[in-house]
């Protein structure tokens, strides 16, 4: 089983609410990424949890918010989002961190900020 | 810091042609390179990867790729396409270190949207 589940598919919120992204494997993988894709453009690097560690894109503004509550499971925060947030929302996972691992990706929350 | 150009942003072929997609990327070491497919309203599907050895590799779905090292290019081929090879294709470069706290970061290509005419 290769399969990265993400939910919700779509969400659509206001510029003052408070909204999370959950991301699930249970391949046993011990590094796991959000990413953001807006449309016509590549995905874009947000964060990576592994072995608990959290890397940050520095570009990210801090209205993203992410949490592993375990290794299985990711979350992505989200508060004060403004308009421009509105994107495709991906997580993935590998079995470690190097570039060996492959990565597997979800299919994405589709998000919309009014 | 690394860069990845995919000079095509639409690329039609007929069912059945020969496909070649270009990648041109930018990194001071040895880089990691992968293909990856994404279908509409889907998450992307890794193809295939070189990290070093043989500079032609096989991927997933009929796929292959060849690095050369001495154009910076790692481009991806078919020999005879399929209608359900149209999607959006991305070429990735990933860099060690690239992030604060240490992690790695993969860099995206903008992507070559391919059509396949029956």
């Known amino acids: 089983d290769t399969e990265v589940t993400q939910t919700p598919k779509h969400l659509v919120m206001g510029m003052t609410n408070k909204k999370s992204l959950k991301c699930e494997q249970h391949m046993g993988h011990r590094a796991m990424y959000w990413y953001k894709q807006k449309a016509k453009k590549p995905p874009e690097l947000m964060f990576v949890?592994?072995?608990?560690?959290?890397?940050i894109n520095e570009s990210v503004p801090s209205r993203f918010s992410p949490e592993c509550p375990n290794s299985s499971l990711l979350n992505l925060h989200l508060h004060a989002l403004q308009p421009e947030d509105s994107a495709l929302y991906l997580c993935?996972?590998?079995?470690?961190?190097?570039?060996?691992?492959?990565?597997?990706f979800g299919p994405g929350t589709r998000l919309t900020v009014l | 810091a690394q860069s990845v150009t995919q000079p095509d942003i639409h690329i039609t072929v007929s069912e059945g042609a020969s496909l070649e997609l270009r990648c041109n990327y930018s990194?001071?070491?040895?880089?990691?390179l992968f293909w990856y497919v994404q279908s509409p309203g889907q998450g992307l599907q890794l193809l295939l990867k070189?990290?070093?050895?043989?500079?032609l590799v096989q991927g997933i779905k009929g796929f292959e790729a060849e690095f050369k090292r001495s154009q910076s290019s790692f481009n991806l081929r078919k020999p005879s396409v399929h209608w359900s090879d149209a999607a959006e294709y991305f070429c990735?470069?990933?860099?060690?270190?690239?992030?604060?706290?240490?992690?790695?970061?993969?860099?995206f290509g903008t992507g070559t949207q391919l059509k396949v005419e029956l």
């Open positions: 993935a996972s590998s079995q470690g961190r190097s570039f060996t691992d492959t990565q597997y």
């Open positions: 990194y001071g070491a040895t880089p990691y």
């Open positions: 070189y990290f070093s050895g043989d500079t």
């Open positions: 990735a470069v990933g860099a060690e270190g690239g992030l604060t706290g240490g992690g790695n970061k993969l860099t």
């Open positions: 949890y592994s072995y608990e560690k959290l890397s």
